[in-house]
């Protein structure tokens, strides 16, 4: 089956950097999503992505569905911003079944 | 506000004790899924909806049931919770299969 692979597993980050967040996936898709998991456990839609560049505030994704990839960059991080951030993948012939990565964990430290 | 909602958010019941996770959505989706959440497994799609009266089963189903009378219900039923049922669970809804939106989960411990 395919494969979402996300990197780096987890990152500490200082109050105010910046930081890429990575995912591949192993074969073709039709719906690439980002979520954002709160301490509370909540998932939190962050980009449907399927393709293309989109920006919401600090937050923009970029995926290149010919390469397989997708990028999400948080620019000026703040302790909110901590949790785990999950893509998950859907195949075309998978009905509405997502794919999830192992995510990545992030702490932002003030 | 177009929302996706769980209930019970913590539930501790004892091994053999039927509960049922009610979902509710409010954004007129036609589709709809459950996936439960575990350390080191992730996510992972136990049943999903297409439409009223029409479900199949996603990765996990065993020891789970689900129905689909009306549009925007969609309860999770364990006839005989067991331990290994203890986990985070989510419903999810989209339009088309498409982006998808989940609801704020459920903790479930079973004794």
């Known amino acids: 089956g395919i494969q979402v692979e996300q990197s780096p597993p987890d990152l500490i980050l200082q109050e105010g950097a910046n930081s890429t967040l990575r995912c591949n996936f192993s074969?073709?898709?039709?719906?690439l999503q980002w979520f954002h998991q709160n301490p509370w456990g909540q998932l939190i839609n962050l980009f449907y992505i399927p393709s293309g560049t989109k920006q919401n505030g600090r937050l923009s994704a970029t995926t290149v569905a010919t390469e397989r990839y997708s990028l999400l960059y948080i620019s000026s991080s703040q302790t909110t911003d901590s949790g785990v951030y999950f893509c998950a993948v859907k195949l075309a012939n998978q009905g509405g079944k997502l794919i999830f990565g192992q995510g990545t964990e992030l702490s932002v430290k003030p | 506000e177009a929302q996706v909602t769980q209930n019970p958010r913590y539930l501790i019941t004892v091994t053999g004790k039927k509960l049922t996770v009610t979902c509710s959505q409010n954004?007129?989706?036609?589709?709809m899924s459950w996936y439960r959440q575990d350390p080191g497994l992730g996510l992972r799609q136990i049943y999903y909806s297409m439409n009223v009266e029409v479900t199949d089963k996603g990765d996990v189903p065993e020891g789970y049931k689900v129905s689909r009378k009306e549009k925007r219900n969609f309860p999770l039923i364990l006839e005989s919770p067991s331990p290994n049922q203890t986990s985070l669970y989510f419903c999810?809804?989209?339009?088309?299969?498409?982006?998808?939106?989940f609801g704020p989960g459920t903790r479930l411990t079973v004794l």
């Open positions: 074969d073709s898709v039709n719906n």
């Open positions: 999810a809804s989209s339009l088309g299969g498409v982006e998808q939106f």
């Open positions: 954004m007129n989706h036609e589709y």
